[in-house]
T-cell receptor, first 114, second 109 residues
Framework: KAGVTQTPRYLIKTRGQQVTLSCSPI?????VSWYQQTPGQGLQFLFEYFSETQRNKGNFPGRFSGRQFSNSRSEMNVSTLELGDSALYLCASSLFGGVTYEQYFGPGTRLTVT | KNEVEQSPQNLTAQEGEFITINCSYS?????LHWLQQHPGGGIVSLFM???GKKKHGRLIATINIQEKHSSLHITASHPRDSAVYIC???????????FGTGTRLQVFP
């Protein structure tokens, strides 16, 4: 069974631009969660989507948004990029919603904002 | 104070040594996760537990709910175990994962 895939793997953007990252979960998994990892803040929860609905949200500004499609693939969007948005963005999928189910992580997208 | 604390932050060991990484938390949890992150960023879920003890190969994870403490043990450590080990808790009230800052382990031959 194929694992969680994320595209692109690396991305360089300029401050003020917007970016869209994609996550394809393991086949049959209906929940996708997104996380941001930075050297200063570590791993932080962004949001979770389950059956095309945002089920949970972390403490991030409205510039960070996401969506999930009927095939469970998910995208996250960051608008008006800031230098501090440079990070590794990880998604994780699980069978059902909620974090009491085992999370399967993708390889991440490394975003650099210049 | 962070809600999830790990110790030590850094750990070096010789191949074959027994290793223990500790995790303490201050929130109500439904489960605790141990994750492994190799250079390059990919994260692998090692264990998810809500009570007792789990074992997988050379890895053992224990949790004491009353003391709000968990340990990850690696027996007969090997250089390929070199990675960052991250403890995360699934919170009861918010159903989110809160992560510790990680323990960087280096095992030398």
């Amino acid at each position: 069974k194929a694992g969680v895939t994320q595209t692109p793997r690396y991305l360089i953007k300029t401050r003020g631009q917007q970016v869209t990252l994609s996550c394809s979960p393991i086949s049959g998994h209906r929940s996708v969660s997104w996380y941001q990892q930075t050297p200063g803040q570590g791993l932080q929860f962004l949001f979770e989507y389950f059956s095309e609905t945002q089920r949970n949200k972390g403490n991030f500004p409205g510039r960070f948004s996401g969506r999930q499609f009927s095939n469970s693939r998910s995208e996250m969007n960051v608008s008006t990029l800031e230098l501090g948005d440079s990070a590794l963005y990880l998604c994780a999928s699980s069978l059902f919603g909620g974090v009491t189910y085992e999370q399967y992580f993708g390889p991440g997208t490394r975003l650099t904002v210049t | 104070k962070n809600e999830v604390e790990q110790s030590p932050q850094n750990l070096t060991a010789q191949e074959g040594e027994f290793i223990t990484i500790n995790c303490s938390y201050s929130v109500g949890i439904s489960a605790l996760h141990w994750l492994q992150q190799h250079p390059g960023g990919g994260i692998v879920s090692l264990f998810m537990l809500s009570s007792g003890k789990k074992k997988h190969g050379r890895l053992i994870a224990t949790i004491n709910i009353q003391e709000k403490h968990s340990s990850l043990h690696i027996t007969a450590s090997h250089p390929r175990d070199s990675a960052v080990y991250i403890c995360a808790v699934s919170t009861l009230n918010t159903d989110k994962l809160i992560f510790g800052t990680g323990t960087r382990l280096q095992v030398f031959p």
